[in-house]
């Protein structure tokens, strides 16, 4: 079956072919990850919230209510015990009514939803709250045009993924992919409490490359499931390449993202308390080692882009290692990222907004007078050029 050969009743003066084709598709979802797990979970659902989004817009129609689905592994046992109705087929076809649905699942398709259709936001929160699922990972079709995305749950002291829905979306370039991480580093890591096992004495988890990769991973599924897969640890070679973002169209940008942390000690094996440091030299080593891997992913792949992205928990916010990564990647056309991770609110505030330091030759003000200084924002800040200017 194509899509020219599915009938649509029911939708008025709507283009049936176009509506047909997002209903074929959506079918055909192939998911990135074991069926089961969070990750497929996000993928399979993102991709048909997005289509069911899509269809409603095309009729002409708004979504009265919410669509909200939680990630619950036991999700029959809870289902179950919450009284709530089994509909092992939800999901499956995309142009079914869906506003108002609330449901726990972990599959693909199908879920236990609350016999109540949900009203409002309010309605949600308390339902969620009352069941105890506030740390679940949460995707919520707002409207026809958001949807947003809870990684850990509403509970979680975290920003919510917000995804615009357009039927004529942007380009999805690698500056586009570019800009996306920066947006990962300003709503999740800059200012993670996750990634640390004790931030005082900057002890990372263990171990946070793969933490890193995994909460990535989920942050980009959620934004480009409906437009590309996203896949880790696929074998190249004889290596593995972190992450692979393959686009369904050829007019994106495919490109391989490949993650390095750095930080000043090793976590504590079980049983020891003592962390062992890394020094500069064997950080900066780690990280640069990251480019011809990236570059030798790209060029097996035939991908577009290579980006290396490094995670430095050092303290300090130290140049050497972002200085390094700039020198190695240039030459083999690969976008070396740093991104510095902070260990408290007072860290980042001194970093993010310095104070000029005080003059020392300057005459004390005259009573009554004010002293006016630069704010902030007119203080020069270092900026990471634009992809367009590199080789």
Same mark, same amino acid.
């Given at each position: 079956?194509?899509?020219?050969?599915?009938?649509?009743?029911?939708?008025?003066?709507?283009?049936? /072919? !176009?509506?047909?084709?997002?209903?074929?598709?959506?079918?055909?979802?192939?998911?990135?990850?074991?069926?089961? #797990?969070?990750?497929?979970?996000?993928?399979?659902?993102?991709?048909?919230?997005?289509?069911?989004?899509?269809?409603?817009?095309?009729?002409?129609?708004?979504?009265?209510?919410?669509?909200?689905?939680?990630?619950?592994?036991?999700? !029959?046992?809870?289902?179950?015990?919450?009284?709530?109705?089994?509909?092992?087929?939800?999901?499956?076809?995309?142009?079914?009514?869906?506003?108002?649905?609330?449901?726990?699942?972990?599959?693909?398709?199908?879920?236990? +939803?609350?016999?109540?259709?949900?009203?409002?936001?309010?309605?949600?929160?308390?339902?969620?709250?009352?069941?105890?699922?506030?740390?679940?990972?949460?995707?919520?079709?707002?409207?026809?045009?958001?949807?947003?995305?809870?990684?850990?749950?509403?509970?979680?002291? +975290?920003?919510?993924?917000?995804?615009?829905?357009?039927?004529?979306?942007?380009?999805?370039?690698?500056?586009?992919?570019?800009?996306?991480?920066?947006?990962?580093?300003?709503?999740?890591?800059?200012?993670?409490?996750?990634?640390?096992?004790? !931030?005082?004495?900057?002890? #990372?988890?263990?171990?946070?490359?793969?933490?890193? /990769?995994?909460?990535?991973?989920?942050?980009?599924?959620?934004?480009?499931?409906?437009?590309?897969?996203?896949?880790?640890?696929?074998?190249?070679?004889?290596?593995? !390449?972190?992450?692979?973002?393959?686009?369904?169209?050829?007019?994106?940008?495919?490109?391989?993202?490949?993650?390095?942390?750095?930080?000043?000690?090793?976590?504590?094996?079980?049983?020891?308390?003592?962390? #062992?440091?890394?020094?500069?030299?064997?950080?900066?080593?780690?990280?640069?080692?990251?480019? /011809?891997?990236?570059?030798?992913?790209?060029?097996?792949?035939?991908?577009?882009?290579?980006?290396?992205?490094?995670?430095?928990?050092?303290?300090?916010?130290?140049?050497?290692?972002?200085?390094?990564?700039?020198?190695?990647?240039?030459?083999?056309?690969?976008?070396?990222?740093?991104?510095?991770?902070?260990?408290?609110?007072?860290?980042?505030?001194?970093?993010?907004?310095?104070?000029?330091?005080?003059?020392?030759?300057?005459?004390?003000?005259?009573?009554?007078?004010? +002293?006016?200084?630069?704010?902030?924002?007119?203080?020069?800040? @270092?900026?990471?050029? @634009?992809?367009?200017?590199?080789?």
């Amino acid at each position: 079956m194509n899509a020219s050969s599915i009938t649509v009743p029911g939708l008025g003066g709507a283009n049936q /072919q !176009a509506v047909a084709a997002v209903v074929s598709n959506g079918a055909a979802v192939v998911s990135v990850a074991d069926v089961g #797990t969070k990750e497929s979970f996000l993928d399979a659902w993102t991709r048909r919230l997005v289509d069911h989004a899509r269809i409603l817009r095309t009729k002409g129609e708004a979504l009265a209510h919410p669509v909200v689905l939680i990630y619950v592994p036991d999700w !029959a046992r809870v289902g179950k015990e919450l009284g709530w109705v089994r509909r092992p087929m939800l999901g499956s076809r995309v142009a079914d009514a869906l506003s108002g649905t609330l449901g726990v699942g972990a599959l693909n398709a199908g879920a236990f +939803t609350r016999p109540q259709q949900i009203v409002d936001v309010n309605d949600v929160e308390q339902t969620i709250a009352q069941a105890g699922l506030g740390s679940c990972l949460t995707i919520a079709l707002m409207s026809t045009t958001e949807l947003w995305i809870w990684m850990q749950g509403l509970d979680a002291e +975290t920003q919510p993924s917000q995804k615009l829905l357009d039927d004529a979306p942007a380009a999805l370039n690698l500056n586009t992919l570019d800009d996306k991480l920066s947006e990962f580093y300003e709503k999740v890591a800059r200012q993670t409490v996750t990634w640390w096992k004790d !931030a005082k004495e900057r002890v #990372t988890v263990s171990p946070p490359e793969a933490i890193v /990769q995994n909460d990535l991973w989920l942050y980009l599924l959620g934004a480009y499931a409906d437009r590309a897969k996203v896949k880790q640890e696929i074998k190249i070679g004889n290596g593995r !390449a972190d992450l692979i973002f393959t686009p369904d169209h050829n007019s994106d940008s495919s490109a391989v993202f490949e993650l390095k942390v750095t930080r000043d000690c090793h976590t504590p094996q079980p049983g020891t308390s003592t962390p #062992t440091k890394i020094g500069l030299r064997d950080n900066v080593k780690w990280a640069v080692s990251g480019v /011809q891997q990236t570059h030798a992913y790209r060029e097996q792949e035939k991908l577009d882009g290579a980006f290396l992205c490094v995670y430095d928990f050092c303290a300090g916010n130290r140049q050497e290692i972002e200085k390094a990564v700039q020198d190695a990647a240039i030459q083999l056309n690969v976008i070396g990222r740093r991104y510095w991770i902070t260990a408290s609110n007072e860290e980042h505030r001194k970093e993010r907004f310095p104070l000029l330091a005080p003059s020392t030759s300057a005459a004390p003000a005259a009573s009554g007078q004010v +002293t006016v200084t630069a704010s902030p924002s007119s203080i020069a800040q @270092p900026t990471t050029p @634009p992809l367009s200017k590199r080789p």
